[in-house]
């Protein structure tokens, strides 16, 4: 049991397996494998739940904070998708004391398979490379956004919401046209939120130029998020040139 370790002894990836395990719930590990997918042929084929919230994992993961790296790659590759979660929350905080480092664990992780669905992205692309790269070359989400994984794909997209949370709209424009002819839902979803997320916090006038040169061959789930917040007949309008 967690509670069982030694005070003066190092955590390990083992001490927050066990705090997760006492919190964990069959049903809504029956309940959670639905949802995410994990049937034969779906997106999270074979991924294993053992009946964790989200809530209840953040909270196991800030009794953790600083878990050795070495520890955060244990839970990063383990076939439980709530530890899979733990592993990347951890790398979250881990960049607000090292950014680079995190990011590069991160990365590894990534292309290794590991942060394999919409969840594990979206609670993490924004805060790790999304601040890593701010300040630099940003080359490396275009290469991801090349990647034939989806989960790739949708890092990239993800990363820019902590350049639009700081103003900056260019990365997302640029993937955003990159991905107009991506065959997978889940990314003309992300593209979608992220324009949409553009317009309220940075520029509708941004969005709308976009919407303008590229509304005809945007995706319809796409274009649908991405309109969600404007004005019904201007939506409309944007709609009906499809």
Wanted: hydrophobic share 40%.
């Amino acid at each position: 049991m967690a509670h069982d370790r030694c005070v003066d002894a190092p955590a390990t990836a083992d001490d927050v397996r066990s705090a997760l395990a006492e919190l964990s719930n069959p049903a809504d590990a029956v309940e959670l494998q639905r949802y995410f997918k994990t049937g034969p042929g779906e997106y999270g084929e074979g991924d294993v739940f053992i009946g964790v919230r989200v809530p209840a994992t953040r909270k196991v993961v800030a009794r953790y904070r600083g878990l050795p790296y070495d520890e955060i790659d244990a839970l990063l590759d383990d076939p439980v998708h709530e530890h899979r979660l733990a592993g990347v929350l951890l790398l979250v905080e881990a960049t607000r004391r090292d950014p680079e480092r995190a990011a590069e664990r991160y990365l590894a992780a990534v292309r290794r398979g590991r942060v394999n669905n919409w969840d594990l992205v979206d609670a993490s692309a924004e805060f790790v490379l999304g601040t890593w790269l701010y300040d630099r070359d940003r080359s490396l989400l275009f290469e991801l956004a090349e990647s034939p994984v989806l989960w790739e794909r949708r890092v990239a997209v993800l990363s820019t919401f902590g350049f639009l949370k700081r103003g900056d709209v260019t990365t997302t424009l640029a993937l955003a046209e990159r991905l107009l002819g991506d065959r997978e839902d889940l990314i003309h979803k992300a593209v979608g939120w992220m324009l949409r997320e553009m317009e309220s916090r940075v520029s509708v006038d941004e969005l709308r130029r976009f919407l303008d040169t590229h509304a005809a061959r945007m995706p319809r789930t796409m274009l649908s998020y991405a309109t969600e917040h404007l004005m019904p007949e201007e939506r409309a309008k944007y709609r009906a040139l499809r």
